[in-house]
């Protein structure tokens, strides 16, 4: 059996990835824009063919860039002296409390006149991605299915991170090599699939009608979105044994910028993960690098920090906002300029209801009972100890 990884730790003050907690931000508006190409209330004729067309790819970059982040920050900020209940009871109050509140205001806005009981209690448990179903996995409030697949994330790390962190420190390029050949291989796997039912037209890409069993076995199915929370702890492992290479933010910034552009054209199973997965894993440690060596940057700004910090309710309750303006404002062919209007005021909206529940459900709720009575210290993401790393 090969020796466990060796990372060296310091007793030094803990760090803080704050460049890392802005990009959170930039992702979840990724997200946002998505939702906002397909919803109905700004899917009218007069704006709908440019404005989907461009973002039709960027929710699934963002929910990626998610999956890859979350094993990323679990592993950096993994302790020796941690439990496996400890660390299911951190991840459970960080998500589920936000989880309850917005299923209820979907549930009270839109869902509750179309969501049958059934679906609901799935949705409501985060198991409604475990079904080759869209109309369930999609229904109350859409951006909770990629919690099921986090929480499934979480019930697997303890054993999963004590599996990954016994390989070899200069073997872990090769088995993130390995993770993403066989994410880019997902698709082609998923062709082996049932052809029928096909996803309903808002479910995929304009004029092409995919199967649902392809489109939940890519991008739903929480065994195969693991792969992308396997590589995020990879390249955690890979930072922290000093084996990160020397690779500017803007490099993989600008790759990120042509596989979004080549995904917008590839095949459609292709287009959710695969095409986009390289330079989403290579920027979340570039990133991370730049708050480890000690470099400013635009990322540390105390408003995009604190963005970020809000990131996870604003990914949470978006969609609900934007349902509710879709009640609110009456329907008809709106002009561009009118759309977008309507789009930035409802972003900021829902920017202002995020900070709510940050500041009185997620924040609150952590403190209180993220960790039990007697304990040091409490892990908040994106809090980190400090590392004896080698990040050129």
Known sequence: MPAPTQIQESRGPRARLSSLTSMRFFAALLVFFCH?????FFNQPSYRGDFTSLVNKSGAVGVSFFFVLSGFVLAWSARRDDTAPRFWRRRLFKIYPMHLVTFA???AVTASATAAWDTSLLNLFLVQTWLPRADIANMVNIPSWSLS??????????????????????????????????????????????SAPLMPPIGGPIGNPVSQWETWFVYAFPPVRMLEFVLG?????????????????????????????????????????AVTIVPVALVIPATAALDIGGRSSFLQNRVLVLLGEISFAFYMVHSVVMAQFGKLITQGALGSWATTGLIALDLVVSLAVSWALYSFVERPIM?????????????????????LVKVA
């Open 233 to 273: 702890i990879l390249m955690a492992l890979i930072v922290l044994n000093g084996r990160w290479v020397r690779l500017p933010l803007w490099v993989p910034l600008v790759l990120a910028a042509g596989a979004y552009a080549a995904a917008l054209h590839a095949p459609y199973g292709f287009s959710l993960v």
């Open 36 to 40: 906002a190409g397909f919803v109905a």
């Open 149 to 194: 697949c986090e929480l499934f994330f979480y019930l697997s790390f303890p054993l999963l991170f004590s599996g990954l962190r016994r390989i070899r420190a200069q073997h872990l390029w090769r088995w993130a090599i390995g993770i993403t050949a066989a994410i880019a291989l997902v698709p082609l796997a998923a062709r082996l699939l049932p």
């Open 105 to 107: 205001l979907a549930m």
């Open 367 to 387: 403190k209180r009972w993220g960790s039990p009575r007697g304990a040091r210290q409490a892990v908040v993401e994106p809090a980190v100890e400090s590392r």
